[in-house]
């Protein structure tokens, strides 16, 4: 079990940058494949990018804007979010899970979510 707490989360003008942080209990960050996905009001819960086994996968939508890290020595995952649109406006999650990074579906453990509201 890895229990995950994200922050970071915010309010910012088209073409601003946030950066999010997720948070993971000790005994489970090193295992996973970690992930950032966002949910839009009426829409959907979509990946956006996830990081594992040397690799990085990400959402066309996010590609060139986005960024996903990770310091292990904290035990945290970030997001750098660059040049943002108002269509990025969302509860944004941190996710975990094992198997292949980029299987977004397989996403089995869920921080609480946090919201970045991007104004035009």
């Known amino acids: 079990q890895v229990q995950l707490v994200e922050s970071g989360g915010g309010s910012v003008q088209a073409g601003g940058s946030l950066r999010l942080s997720c948070a993971a209990s000790r005994d489970g960050y090193s295992k996973y494949c970690m992930g950032w996905f966002r949910q839009a009001p009426g829409k959907k819960r979509e990946g956006v990018t996830s990081?594992?086994?040397?690799?990085?996968f990400y959402a066309d939508s996010v590609k060139g804007r986005f960024t996903i890290s990770q310091d292990n020595a904290k035990n945290t995952l970030y997001l750098q979010m660059n040049s943002l649109k108002p269509e990025d406006t969302a509860i944004y999650y941190c996710?975990?899970?094992?198997?292949?990074?980029?299987?977004?579906?397989?996403?089995?453990?869920w921080g609480q979510g946090t919201q970045v509201t991007v104004s035009s």
């Open positions: 996710a975990a899970w094992n198997g292949f990074c980029g299987s977004w579906s397989s996403a089995n453990y």
């Open positions: 990081i594992g086994g040397g690799a990085t």
